[in-house]
Nanobody
Framework: QVQLVDSGGGLVQAGGSLRLSCAAS????????MAWYRQAPGKQRELVAT???????NYADSVKGRFTISRDNAKNTVYLQMNSLKPEDTAVYYC????????WGQGTQVTVSS
């Protein structure tokens, strides 16, 4: 079955770093674009970053210069390296396949303390 498993979240202080991982299975990972979203309490889910099969990337303005999305096709995994974290980055982060059918990871909590 198609599955995305998100991991790597945790509690960090402002200015710290985390690396999120999304392990994919059940489809030909290398040909699909992937995305990271996040959702904080009381806010809409927002797109954080995307990466295409050719490794072109795009970022939300709020994270540009601080976050880096990457992929390792040999490991069927997409990553989100998050540096210079701010309390405003606190949210549940979700991996998603960009495809006609919505396929989401289960989410991983990122909490940034001040």
């Amino acid at each position: 079955q198609v599955q995305l498993v998100d991991s790597g979240g945790g509690l960090v202080q402002a200015g710290g770093s985390l690396r999120l991982s999304c392990a994919a299975s059940g489809f030909i990972f290398r040909i699909y674009s992937m995305a990271w979203y996040r959702q904080a309490p009381g806010k809409q889910r927002e797109l954080v970053a995307t990466i295409t099969s050719s490794e072109n990337t795009n970022y939300a303005d709020s994270v540009k210069g601080r976050f880096t999305i990457s992929r390792d096709n040999a490991k069927n995994t997409v990553y989100l390296q998050m540096n210079s974290l701010k309390p405003e980055d606190t949210a549940v982060y979700y991996c998603k396949v960009i495809a006609p059918m919505s396929i989401w990871g289960q989410g991983t909590q990122v909490t940034v303390s001040s």
